[in-house]
């Protein structure tokens, strides 16, 4: 028993701190729907996929070498150029990353490409989502982001003998982080109302968990260009980037703030 309430608490550790990027991705993504509907698209987002999660979980249980096994038709390569292996799993991080590198482009380049921000503001006031296609979004992309932590706690009860037991623990554990992530979720968004200028931050955080699973899903795939495999970023260099970055802006702010003070 105190062996699987240990197993409990890794897990749910381990889905709050990999959901980081699915809370800044819910956050940033919600503020494309309707104002008033941004909270109920943030909860029903994260509810749906909180259900969805379960439900990957069992498929994942059941077909889980049929994900880490590389498709035959998707194998194969160019003389000593590239060569690749992809399976299910390479697939869905590849797809997911790069939507999330093209999402956060796209945001940054809307930011810095508009001449002024009342003109900005009436672009994205003609841009906004329905308050559905912001759910379904959401929905996706979380499905995307939890894979890993998924296959993660997979692993960390791979040792539990009751295979039944083994999923109850994964299950309660995906709940709990999921009812941790819908009360931040408002807190987070609420920030970075607030706090126009960490947008900027939070987008480029996005850009590199993108970079982040495109290089893991290159791993996946095998994929190798000119001989050489592409390797995975770690998470700690991960986590070390965003500390440089939240450092970096911080001290930044404060010294724009002294130069105005000047001024």
Same mark, same amino acid.
């Given at each position: 028993?105190?062996?699987?309430?240990?197993?409990?608490?890794?897990?749910?550790?381990?889905?709050?701190?990999?959901?980081?990027?699915?809370?800044?991705?819910?956050?940033?993504?919600?503020?494309?729907?309707?104002? +008033?509907?941004?909270?109920?698209?943030?909860?029903?987002?994260?509810?749906?996929?909180?259900?969805?999660? $379960?439900?990957?979980?069992?498929?994942?249980?059941? @077909? $889980?070498?049929?994900?880490?096994?590389?498709?035959?038709?998707?194998?194969?390569?160019?003389?000593?150029?590239?060569?690749?292996?992809?399976?299910?799993?390479?697939?869905?991080?590849?797809?997911?990353?790069?939507?999330? $590198?093209?999402?956060?482009?796209?945001?940054?380049?809307?930011? +810095?490409?508009?001449?002024?921000?009342?003109?900005?503001?009436?672009?994205?006031?003609?841009?906004?989502?329905?308050?559905? #296609?912001?759910?379904?979004?959401?929905?996706?992309?979380?499905?995307?982001?939890?894979?890993?932590?998924?296959?993660?706690?997979?692993?960390?009860?791979?040792?539990?003998?009751? %295979?039944?037991?083994?999923?109850?623990?994964?299950?309660?554990?995906?709940?709990? %982080?999921?009812?941790?992530?819908?009360?931040?979720?408002?807190?987070? %968004?609420?920030?970075?109302?607030?706090?126009?200028?960490?947008?900027?931050?939070?987008?480029?955080?996005?850009?590199?968990?993108? $970079?982040?699973?495109?290089?893991?899903?290159?791993?996946? #795939?095998?994929?190798?260009?000119?001989?050489?495999?592409?390797?995975?970023? %770690?998470?700690?260099?991960?986590?070390?980037?965003?500390? @440089?970055?939240?450092?970096?802006? +911080?001290?930044?702010?404060?010294?724009?703030?002294?130069?105005?003070?000047?001024?």
């Amino acid at each position: 028993m105190l062996e699987n309430i240990f197993t409990l608490l890794m897990l749910v550790l381990l889905q709050a701190v990999l959901g980081f990027d699915n809370l800044l991705y819910i956050s940033l993504e919600s503020k494309k729907a309707p104002e +008033i509907k941004q909270k109920r698209v943030r909860k029903v987002g994260i509810l749906v996929a909180i259900v969805l999660r $379960i439900i990957l979980l069992f498929l994942l249980v059941s @077909i $889980i070498d049929y994900f880490k096994e590389p498709f035959s038709f998707l194998t194969g390569g160019i003389d000593d150029i590239v060569n690749f292996a992809f399976n299910g799993h390479s697939i869905i991080v590849l797809l997911g990353g790069g939507f999330i $590198i093209y999402t956060a482009i796209k945001e940054i380049w809307h930011m +810095i490409g508009t001449p002024d921000l009342e003109h900005s503001e009436m672009v994205e006031a003609r841009s906004k989502k329905t308050a559905n #296609a912001a759910i379904v979004s959401i929905v996706i992309m979380n499905l995307v982001f939890s894979f890993d932590s998924i296959l993660a706690a997979i692993g960390l009860t791979s040792e539990i003998e009751n %295979s039944t037991t083994a999923f109850i623990i994964m299950a309660i554990a995906i709940v709990v %982080s999921g009812l941790l992530m819908l009360f931040l979720a408002d807190r987070v %968004s609420a920030f970075l109302a607030k706090n126009k200028m960490y947008e900027v931050l939070g987008l480029f955080i996005l850009f590199i968990v993108g $970079i982040m699973l495109v290089t893991e899903g290159g791993h996946l #795939a095998h994929i190798k260009i000119f001989g050489n495999e592409i390797v995975p970023m %770690s998470k700690t260099t991960f986590y070390f980037v965003i500390v @440089i970055l939240i450092i970096t802006d +911080i001290v930044q702010g404060k010294y724009q703030k002294k130069l105005l003070a000047k001024k």
